[in-house]
């Protein structure tokens, strides 16, 4: 009888122990951030004194997919070395190559496979390297990818931008593009958008985006969160002592049947500096 009773528990701790791994298994922590190009003038704040820390928010949020942005060559080859389970896809925006800017994706490798991507262009012709849109300031990107999660085996694909911050008609017509694109290259399978899209909630590129009556439309992961907003609504520091407002313009939007479980903007220092001049954007997601 005891021996029935004891091999009871044992399954039943098993059978809980499966299905807590399975579980586990399905979520993906998905963060957006904008690393700040690697400037001289920023001083102190300048990359040296950054990557280490920037690299440690990533690993201890045990993140599964990252968009960056800004990210020059030299700062893409510091983030490899500090990430070594991780893989990067992109190239820069100037020439499609290694010239200029990543909006690159990262992901572990030891969760995901990659089984497709590329880069296109925000402008009038995406597939030439190097072309600027409208009246955009600088050269803007779309990187994505298609993976498959290797314990479930679903696919979803990975969108990473960073719209201009000067042209008002090009992050218009950028975000027209997006979702006209997120149709095209995925279907009717799951997305995650990621990036810095120059734009607060109330702006014409948000309301674009996530216009429900636009079947295209996207949705902001936080207003779906299961559980409340984490830390600063505002996701630009500007290398201040805090946010410079209350208004994100850095977003992790969805597409699919999502369940949003945790978002938070990331805000911690060290000795009281921060480690870019925007904050992570972080959300724990299932597919």
């Known amino acids: 009888?005891?021996?029935?009773?004891?091999?009871?528990?044992?399954?039943?701790?098993?059978?809980?122990?499966?299905?807590?791994?399975?579980?586990?298994?399905?979520?993906?922590?998905?963060?957006?951030?904008?690393?700040?190009?690697?400037?001289?003038?920023?001083?102190?704040?300048?990359?040296?004194?950054?990557?280490?820390?920037?690299?440690?928010?990533?690993?201890?949020?045990?993140?599964?997919?990252?968009?960056?942005?800004?990210?020059?060559?030299?700062?893409?080859?510091?983030?490899?070395?500090?990430?070594?389970?991780?893989?990067?896809?992109?190239?820069?925006?100037?020439?499609?190559?290694?010239?200029?800017?990543?909006?690159?994706?990262?992901?572990?490798?030891?969760?995901?496979?990659?089984?497709?991507?590329?880069?296109?262009?925000?402008?009038?012709?995406?597939?030439?390297?190097?072309?600027?849109?409208?009246?955009?300031?600088?050269?803007?990107?779309?990187?994505w990818a298609k993976f498959k999660d290797k314990k479930t085996k679903k696919i979803f694909y990975h969108f990473n931008t960073h719209f201009d911050h000067i042209g008002p008609i090009a992050r218009r017509e950028s975000a027209k593009m997006v979702l006209q694109k997120v149709k095209e290259i995925a279907g009717d399978i799951a997305v995650v958008f990621t990036g810095d899209f120059n734009s607060r909630p109330g702006d014409e590129p948000i309301q674009i985006i996530t216009d429900k009556n636009n079947p295209l439309h996207l949705t902001d992961s936080k207003e779906i969160s299961q559980t409340p907003h984490y830390g600063p609504t505002g996701t630009f520091n500007a290398f201040k002592s805090k946010e410079r407002d209350d208004d994100p313009i850095d977003y992790i939007f969805l597409k699919g049947k999502w369940k949003v479980l945790k978002h938070a903007t990331l805000s911690q220092t060290w000795q009281g500096r921060f480690a870019s001049d925007h904050f992570a954007v972080f959300s724990k997601v299932s597919l």
């Open 1 to 143: 009888m005891f021996l029935n009773v004891h091999m009871k528990k044992s399954f039943l701790l098993y059978f809980a122990c499966l299905l807590s791994f399975f579980g586990m298994a399905q979520h993906l922590n998905v963060m957006t951030y904008n690393v700040r190009l690697n400037v001289e003038s920023d001083s102190l704040n300048a990359w040296p004194y950054r990557k280490d820390n920037l690299a440690s928010v990533i690993l201890f949020h045990d993140i599964t997919i990252l968009g960056v942005q800004e990210a020059l060559p030299e700062q893409m080859q510091d983030l490899r070395e500090r990430l070594p389970e991780y893989k990067s896809l992109g190239a820069g925006r100037e020439d499609g190559k290694n010239k200029g800017e990543f909006s690159a994706i990262f992901y572990d490798t030891t969760k995901l496979e990659v089984l497709q991507s590329a880069t296109f262009w925000l402008s009038q012709t995406p597939e030439v390297a190097g072309s600027k849109g409208w009246d955009a300031a600088i050269t803007r990107i779309v990187t």
